[in-house]
Antibody, heavy 117, light 108 residues
C-alpha cells in the first residue's frame, strides 16, 4: 500500500535551517509529482511547493520562494524540503503528498516544525 | 493568483441532514477543483476530484458539482463520522495548489 512518512521536523531558532524528508513506498515513486503542504497550528492548509516526477521542475508559494528548495532522490524514493532562513511564520505541520494526475491523492502523517527562540 | 473563498467557515447540523459547502474561485478554474476531509491531528483525505468524481472508497453520500468559478460540496445524509473540516482546493497548469479557508462541520 502507498505510504509516505515525513521526518526531520523539530524545534529550530529563527534564521536557522532545517531539512525535511519524505520516504515513499508502495508505488513507483519516480512516476509521480510530489507536493509539500503545511498547516500552522489551528489554521488551514497552505501549499508550499511541488516537484515534477523527474525532478526537472519545481514551483513554490510566494511565501517560501527563495528560502525553501524542494528536491527528490528517485533512487532512494525520497522527497526533500530544504528550509533556510526560517521565521516564526514557518511554524507548522508539514505534509508531503503524492500527485496522481491533477490530484494529491495520498498524504503523509506530517512532521511538526517549530521555529522559536 | 487565484483566490478560493469557501463558505461557511463553520456549520452545525443534525445526523441525517443534508450539508452544503460552497467554494468560489476568483477566476474561471474550469474543472480543476478537489475536496478534502481533515480530522483533528490527521492528514487531509481526498474525497472528490475534478469537481464531481468520487475518490475510490469514499461513500456515495459525498458529492460535488459546479463549473467555472462556483462549486458546491454536499453531504447528503450527515453521519457522526463526517465530523471534520472540509477544504476545497484548485490547481493551476503548473500543479501549484490553492486551498479554501476550510469549513468545520459539527453535529448538533
Amino acid at each position: 500500500q502507498v505510504q509516505l512518512v515525513e521526518s526531520g521536523g523539530g524545534v529550530v531558532q529563527p534564521g536557522r535551517s532545517l531539512r525535511l524528508s519524505c520516504a515513499a513506498s508502495g508505488f513507483t515513486f519516480s512516476s509521480y509529482g510530489m507536493h509539500w503542504v503545511r498547516q500552522a497550528p489551528g489554521k488551514g492548509l497552505e501549499w508550499v511547493a511541488v516537484i515534477w516526477y523527474d525532478g526537472s521542475k519545481g514551483y513554490y508559494a510566494d511565501s517560501v520562494k527563495g528560502r525553501f528548495t524542494i528536491s527528490r532522490d528517485n533512487s532512494k524514493n525520497t522527497l526533500y524540503l530544504q528550509m533556510n532562513s526560517l521565521s516564526v511564520d514557518d511554524t507548522a505541520v508539514y505534509f508531503c503528498a503524492r500527485t496522481y494526475g491533477t490530484r494529491p491523492d495520498y498524504w503523509g502523517q506530517g512532521t511538526l516544525v517549530t521555529v522559536s527562540s | 493568483d487565484i483566490q478560493m473563498t469557501q463558505s461557511p467557515s463553520s456549520l452545525s447540523a443534525s445526523v441525517g441532514d443534508r450539508v452544503t459547502i460552497t467554494c468560489q474561485a476568483s477566476q474561471d478554474i474550469s474543472n480543476y477543483l478537489n475536496w478534502y476531509q481533515q480530522k483533528p491531528g490527521k492528514a487531509p483525505k481526498l474525497l472528490i476530484y475534478d469537481v464531481s468524481n468520487l475518490q475510490t472508497g469514499v461513500p456515495s453520500r459525498f458529492s460535488g458539482s459546479g463549473s467555472g468559478t462556483d462549486f458546491t460540496f454536499t453531504i447528503y445524509s450527515l453521519q457522526p463520522d463526517d465530523i471534520a473540516t472540509y477544504y476545497c482546493q484548485q490547481y493551476d497548469d503548473f500543479f501549484a495548489l490553492t486551498f479554501g479557508g476550510g469549513t468545520k462541520v459539527e453535529v448538533k
